[in-house]
């Protein structure tokens, strides 16, 4: 009796060892769901649950911290992931100035960092500690292109810059610069101002006196509404153009009718039923837009799609990293890094992703569209 116990025990236990162990990835995503930046970091972290929860037989954990809009709390917390939970690679944090805090300590650690910010001054210039950094939106040199092409079919020969006196604000200002020389249209006023500030009179006031034909706002949401605002009140009858940073509903919502033909060069996700179903990102960007609406009863701002496509290079980046080593292991966010480097035409809600060691941003123009606001909504500029 005693030996068919003792060897039915061994039969189950040889039976356990054959089940294979499913590995787990764990994710850390640091985001802004409170504080002054939460407009970002709400509809990023309402993303989390559409993001792939599987890749073969390997599950995918997502652990969120919220940091409250601090760039402090934000190294914080990304500190505790890598520390207390061993994360394999970090989606976050929400705004420019939280990941230039957070990216040389992600690089300590040897950790990939997709971050769903504006700057492209995470990725660029490329160095030891930037090449654990993967950008999810398109870099200000892909916006610009669009911007200057637009101009240029209005005939625009001058423009004033007002720009957020961060890191946002001050990428901005030098990739458009060099490529407006390049175009020759010339910047006839620079100005900045800060997110938090209610007033930008002295700025307004400075750049109507310089008269150019159009001004360029490099704002966020609620915050690139103020100088436009202010400039219709101002008296500017020129057109008034924006990064992607406005192609938010924070905008509309802010600025109302005085905002009412601004011209935004954003991801065509936020008019996608605009869209013709041949374009090779539509599928992907109405995916995307349906789930969000059909979870949260609203379309998702751009910040969301940043998370959603970091979720997008996580899974075709994993199935070759996990080819070379067990997640939890230093060797294994090393052979991640790399994958996700060699990122090659994904589809994602933004447009075509290619990574290479000098870009780790990768989208190209494809996916982006020029929209403008009518009828307190985003609409397809065709001409």
Not at 355 to 370: I, K, T, W
Request: charged share 20%; glycine share 10%.
């Amino acid at each position: 009796m005693k030996t068919g116990k003792f060897l039915l025990a061994l039969a189950g236990a040889a039976l356990f060892a054959a089940i294979p162990v499913q590995a787990q990835v764990k994710i850390g995503v640091v985001g802004s769901a409170t504080g002054p930046t939460a407009f970002v970091g709400i509809p990023q972290r309402n993303t989390i649950p559409l993001l792939p929860d599987k890749v073969g037989d390997t599950r995918i954990e997502y652990i969120f911290l919220d940091d409250g809009s601090d760039p402090t709390a934000s190294v914080k917390a990304a500190q505790q992931l890598i520390s207390e939970k061993r994360i394999d690679a970090l989606i976050g944090p929400s705004g420019s100035p939280n990941a230039m805090g957070v990216l040389s300590f992600m690089a300590e650690a040897e950790t990939p960092m997709l971050a769903p910010v504006g700057t492209a001054a995470v990725v660029l210039p490329m160095d030891d500690k930037k090449r654990w950094v993967f950008k999810t939106h398109p870099n200000d040199g892909v916006i610009a292109r669009q911007l200057i092409s637009a101009m240029q079919a209005r005939k625009v020969g001058t423009v004033g810059f007002i720009g957020l006196n961060d890191p946002y604000g001050e990428n901005w200002y030098q990739t458009f610069a060099e490529q407006a020389q390049a175009a020759g249209i010339r910047i006839v006023a620079n100005e900045r101002y800060g997110r938090q500030d209610t007033s930008v009179t002295g700025q307004v006031a400075k750049l109507v006196a310089a008269r150019p034909e159009v001004v360029l706002v490099a704002g966020i949401a609620a915050a690139a509404a103020l100088p436009h605002l202010q400039l219709v009140e101002a008296g500017f009858k020129g057109d008034i153009y924006h990064t992607h940073g406005s192609a938010s509903g924070a905008f509309i919502q802010i600025g109302g009718k005085a905002v009412e033909g601004a011209l935004i060069v954003g991801p065509m996700l936020l008019v996608i039923d605009e869209i013709a179903d041949d374009v090779p990102t539509r599928a992907l960007a109405h995916e995307y837009v349906s789930r969000y609406e059909k979870m949260h009863q609203q379309r998702p701002p751009i910040f969301g799609a940043g998370v959603y496509d970091a979720g997008l290079l996580l899974a075709n980046a994993l199935p070759q990293a996990l080819e070379r080593a067990q997640p939890g292991t230093r060797e294994f966010r090393s052979a991640l890094r790399d994958a996700l480097e060699r990122t090659s035409g994904l589809r994602a809600s933004q447009g075509v992703i290619d990574m290479n060691a000098a870009d780790h941003s990768g989208f190209d123009d494809r996916g982006q569209v020029l929209m403008t606001v009518r009828d307190k909504r985003f609409v397809l500029v065709r001409d």
